[in-house]
């Protein structure tokens, strides 16, 4: 069974620049999830969609935005982007979502901000 | 406000010791804790999960063990590996899909 895939999986960008990353839950799949890994705080929520709705959202600005499609696929995207921009930003997915089921994780994008 | 803490930054043992990692939450809506272990350049993945209504969970050679009234959790290897140097990172859950980490125990097993 193919895991979380995220593509792409290094990225460069510059200030200013808005980019938008791509992530293909485990088949049978409907809860994805983001979050963002920086050395300083660690892994942080995003946000989850489900059903194409977003369904909990983490402590982030605005810039930060995603969508979900029919076939739970889902994006990322963030505009104007800044140098804390600069992170690994990895997706899971699960089942069904909420409590008690884990979540599975793709390799990440790297996302460097120059 | 760190709701999760993992206060050792990093662990080294002997192959065929014991781990055994730690983690304290402060939040009392959590009910559901999760252990992840991370390689360079990968993603974390899943290892062992434990519900509040439990106070261990065991799996081959991991286990967890949850103490409610401490609000403390630890993960045990035996016998601990070299291919289980990774960074160990706690999580726990309350009431959604919301995942909130630990910052992670780096886990030397020295052959």
């Known amino acids: 069974k193919a895991g979380v895939t995220q593509t792409p999986r290094y990225l460069i960008k510059t200030r200013g620049q808005q980019v938008t990353l791509s992530c293909s839950p485990i088949s049978g799949h409907r809860s994805v999830s983001w979050y963002q890994q920086t050395p300083g705080q660690g892994l942080q929520f995003l946000f989850e969609y489900f059903s194409e709705t977003q369904r909990n959202k983490g402590n982030f600005p605005g810039r930060f935005s995603g969508r979900q499609f029919s076939n739970s696929r889902s994006e990322m995207n963030v505009s104007t982007l800044e140098l804390g921009d600069s992170a690994l930003y990895l997706c899971a997915s699960s089942l069904e979502g909420g409590e008690g089921q884990p979540q599975h994780f793709g390799d990440g994008t790297r996302l460097s901000i120059l | 406000d760190q709701q999760v803490k993992q206060n050792s930054p990093s662990l080294s043992v002997q192959e065929g010791r014991i781990s055994i990692l730690n983690c304290d939450y402060t939040?009392?809506?959590?009910?559901?804790f999760l252990w992840y272990k991370k390689y360079p350049a990968e993603g974390p993945t899943f290892l062992i999960s434990i519900s509040s209504i439990k106070d261990k969970n065991e799996d081959g050679r991991f286990t967890v063990f949850l103490n409610k009234s401490a609000k403390h959790l630890s993960l045990h290897i035996v016998p601990s590996q070299p291919g289980d140097s990774a960074v160990y990172f706690c999580a726990s859950q309350g009431g959604s899909e919301k995942l909130v980490f630990g910052k992670g125990t780096k886990l030397t097993v020295n052959p």
């Open positions: 939040n009392s809506m959590f009910d559901y």
